[in-house]
């Protein structure tokens, strides 16, 4: 059965191991450098994620979320929980944001107009479309915006949306 100095002696050797420490640590430190320590459960820096749920106001997108990373994101998502879609509906969208300028008139970072590229397909999966952003409705260092969907094609407000904005350069 092990002594209560060498389980002291364990417990110092597993914290030495977690946070790099070398040398004889007493309590105090061991308390000290165990409550330093970071832990999972979270998203990563450079990632943020919610939901959204649209009204009828809203449903045909042309609108902003905030995103909280404070950079352009390079790469957003955004998804229906809903598995069985009815037609004309907003099944997922993927941007892709390269180059980035600030505008000085709005204290905003945009995507490079020829840079940023959006994919989206309706609820069949059918309508799939790439196309450039042109200049309009782009995300900035504190919103991604909700693009348009369509002229039929739309966010319906009884299904929960939900979003994924990465910078993969933080």
Known sequence: ???????????????????????????????????????????????????????????????????????????????????????????GVLRLNYLEEYVEEEDLYYPAISSGRMIYCNSGGTNLMQAGDSGVGLDTDRTIHIPKGGANVMYLPAFTYRWLAIRLEV
């Open 1 to 91: 059965m092990a002594t209560a100095k060498e389980k002291l002696t364990a417990l110092a050797d597993a914290i030495r191991e977690k946070t790099g420490e070398a040398g004889l640590l007493s309590l105090d430190d061991m308390t000290s450098l165990v409550s330093a320590l970071e832990v999972g459960g979270g998203l990563p820096s450079g990632w943020a994620t919610g939901q959204f749920n649209t009204t009828p106001a809203t449903m045909y997108g042309e609108f902003e979320i905030d995103h909280g990373l404070g950079a352009v994101p390079n790469v957003v998502m955004i998804f229906c929980e809903n598995k069985t879609l009815a037609g004309y509906v907003v099944k």
